[in-house]
């Protein structure tokens, strides 16, 4: 089984000040790790994943997450937030055998004027 | 191309009550997932469906059943409502099934138990 936290659940920030929401994750057998992003009233959007490969992936509107496997870690950070930014983030891991996603709790960031 | 489809996007039940909450997956997405999301319990992973068969069960109770059909589709059902069943309904869809793929969401079904 596996299980995903984050740190922390929210997470207040000026427009344009750095960002890192962080998640850990265990589990005991090979995962794969994935950022979610859920706005108000809607479903989830990927952000960003790691299947394999180089540990630091990023995504389009200027997210990027490090997968550390020694610390069993893979935060999500953005050098300059935008007040669009503001959501709640999603921490999820699936076994690479596996289909389910397990979510981590969550991280409400906004990001104020 | 059209997303995830979910019908109805809200709904108010009372106790005791059933309710069906209807996924019409991306054209060509084989795999059907369903989530519920609470606020005190977050996401929980309930079923999956691939090719017509479940595939996967999360740890819900009997009353939650679901069913996927030859185009797909799928429906999940939830019979004799509790008030902690209230949460949003999530379904994703993903192709072929395979781990690696994507998962693409719906908005939601939120479902209110009075």
């Known amino acids: 089984a596996q299980s995903v936290t984050q740190l922390d659940s929210q997470v207040p920030v000026f427009e344009e000040a750095p960002v890192e929401l962080r998640c850990n994750y265990s589990?005991?057998?090979?995962?794969?790790l994935f950022w979610y992003v859920q706005y108000p009233n809607q479903g989830l959007q990927l952000l960003l994943k790691y299947l394999s490969g180089s540990t630091l992936v990023e995504s389009i509107n200027g997210f990027e997450a490090e997968f550390n496997k020694s610390q069993t870690s893979f935060h999500l950070r953005k050098p300059s937030v935008h007040i669009s930014d503001t959501a709640e983030y999603f921490c999820a891991v699936r076994e690479t055998s596996g289909s389910r996603l397990t979510f981590g709790e969550g991280t409400q960031l906004t990001v104020n004027p | 191309k059209a997303g995830v489809t979910q019908t109805p996007r809200y709904l108010i039940k009372t106790r005791g009550q059933q309710v069906t909450l209807s996924c019409s997956p991306i054209s060509g997405h084989r795999s059907v997932s369903w989530y519920q999301q609470t606020p005190g319990q977050g996401l929980q992973f309930l079923f999956e469906y691939f090719s017509e068969t479940q595939r996967n069960k999360g740890n819900f109770p009997g009353r939650f059943s679901g069913r996927q059909f030859s185009n797909s589709r799928s429906e999940m059902n939830v019979s004799t409502l509790e008030l902690g069943d209230s949460a949003l309904y999530l379904c994703a869809s993903s192709l072929e099934g395979q781990t690696t793929g994507e998962l693409f969401f719906g908005e939601g079904s939120r479902l209110t138990v009075l």
């Open positions: 589990s005991s057998v090979s995962v794969y």
